[in-house]
């Protein structure tokens, strides 16, 4: 939903979720290549995004790291969009596990967090609306994770975090987006904010969890909960 708020500005472009900074394993081995050469999701990412396959190949064969990557098909996607003179960002929830080596590659990179209270994130997991199903352990540790690294980082990004709260984002995002995009230097009166462009948090884990996984998704992210002034109810 962000993303695509973001999207409304005339600057800012975003791909489909490149997971470029999302696998453990360094640039340039097998297992991190086959990753690009065989998912169908990520050809079908490609396609959406107007990035040719063979522009892609090249682009892998010409790569030395992953900025390098990122960074030509950043290129290739603004082209595509027609919108060459535009800034790229990436949205690929995963970027949370490479996120040290983005900062380092990026010293000027801003990073936009989201936050939202875990019961409805669990519960939206379990959904598998946008993702695949989640097991109800994994789904409270996509949170969790999240949170600890995120708490990590703080220390070192300062100013370079932007924190956003779910919540606040589809209850009022005039509220919200103006603020963002004073904090990435891009002027909020150019937003093309229809309204309509979210809707109300629906609280849909008071119908997908019982009270048993509701003290547990609670008990277990107190103290982050308590960190971004979550209570036990969103």
């Known amino acids: 939903m962000l993303r695509d708020l973001l999207r409304r500005h005339p600057r800012l472009e975003s791909p489909e979720e490149t997971h470029f900074f999302r696998w453990a394993d360094p640039f340039g081995t097998e297992r991190y290549m086959r990753q690009y050469e065989r998912s169908p999701v990520m050809k079908r990412h490609r396609e959406i995004d107007g990035v040719a396959e063979d522009e892609f190949e090249a682009m892998m064969g010409k790569a030395t790291g992953r900025k390098h990557l990122m960074e030509m098909y950043g290129d290739a996607f603004l082209k595509a969009r027609e919108n060459s003179a535009g800034r790229w960002f990436d949205k690929t929830p995963q970027n949370i596990y490479g996120v040290l080596m983005i900062a380092s590659e990026w010293p000027d990179a801003k990073f936009v967090h989201i936050h939202r209270h875990p019961l409805n994130v669990v519960a939206s997991l379990l959904e598998g609306a946008v993702m695949p199903v989640q097991d109800f352990n994994g789904a409270v540790n996509y949170w969790l994770e999240a949170s600890m690294i995120l708490q ?3 220390h070192i990004a300062g100013e370079r975090l932007l924190e956003v709260k779910y919540e606040a984002l589809v209850a009022e995002p005039s509220g919200t987006l103006p603020g963002l995009l004073d904090s990435l230097n891009e002027d ?25 996984q509701i003290e ?19």
């Open 152 to 154: 990590q980082f703080r």
């Open 188 to 212: 909020p009166a150019l937003l093309q904010l229809e309204p309509g462009a979210t809707h109300p948090e629906k609280n849909k884990y008071l119908n997908k969890l019982d009270a048993a």
């Open 216 to 234: 547990q998704v609670l008990a277990r992210t107190a103290e982050a909960r308590s960190f971004y002034g979550y209570g036990s109810e969103p």
